[in-house]
């Protein structure tokens, strides 16, 4: 911004501007974080969520995370651009848009596993684990899906 535009600003327009420029620095991750949940049998449920999501050589992908967001585009953009308002309006903060992002496509994530369209279990994990329901097993992947805030290209808030 130009010298002379910013001498113009009044002290809500530089706070605004100060949080634009957060924004830039910061990011949200959302779905599982290596090393924070794992199954009973001590399999981590980043790779389990995986498995899942990309399928292996004998189960099919079931998509979970990339439905969220594909069959939620609308709903998503309606969302950002509310906290985009939010923001201008001087309510909320970067960090406040990147939590509340996670919160909300966190909440995207776990209604797609537990309803999602998904190819059926086969026979036998029916029979295993006593259930017909894909990507629903002891509840442990889809209570795991998180989000952190952090530094662009980094860990660290």
């Given amino acids: 911004?130009?010298?002379?535009?910013?001498?113009?600003?009044?002290?809500?327009?530089?706070?605004?501007?100060?949080?634009?420029?957060?924004?830039?620095?910061?990011?949200?991750r959302v779905g599982f974080q290596q090393g924070t949940a794992q199954e009973e049998d001590g399999t981590d449920i980043c790779d389990?969520?995986?498995?899942?999501?990309?399928?292996?050589?004998?189960?099919?992908?079931?998509?979970f995370l990339a439905m969220s967001v594909d069959d939620n585009a609308d709903k998503i953009n309606a969302f950002l651009k509310g906290q985009l308002k939010l923001l201008a309006q001087?309510?909320?903060t970067a960090e406040g848009i990147l939590k509340?992002?996670?919160?909300?496509?966190?909440?995207?994530?776990q209604e797609k596993i537990k309803s999602g369209d998904f190819e059926p279990n086969a026979p036998s994990t029916i029979a295993k684990k006593g259930s017909d329901k894909p990507l629903i097993?002891?509840?442990t992947m889809r209570q795991s899906v998180n989000f952190a805030v952090t530094k662009k290209g980094g860990n660290d808030k």
Avoid at 3 to 11: H, I, N, R, S, Y
Avoid at 48 to 63: D, F, Y
């Fill in 48 to 63: 389990v969520a995986m498995w899942n999501e990309l399928g292996t050589s004998s189960t099919p992908s079931r998509p």
């Fill in 137 to 139: 097993d002891t509840g």
């Fill in 1 to 28: 911004m130009a010298a002379k535009a910013k001498d113009k600003l009044t002290p809500d327009g530089e706070k605004f501007y100060a949080e634009i420029e957060k924004l830039k620095k910061l990011q949200v």
């Fill in 90 to 92: 001087g309510r909320t």
């Fill in 100 to 109: 509340a992002i996670g919160v909300f496509q966190k909440g995207l994530i």
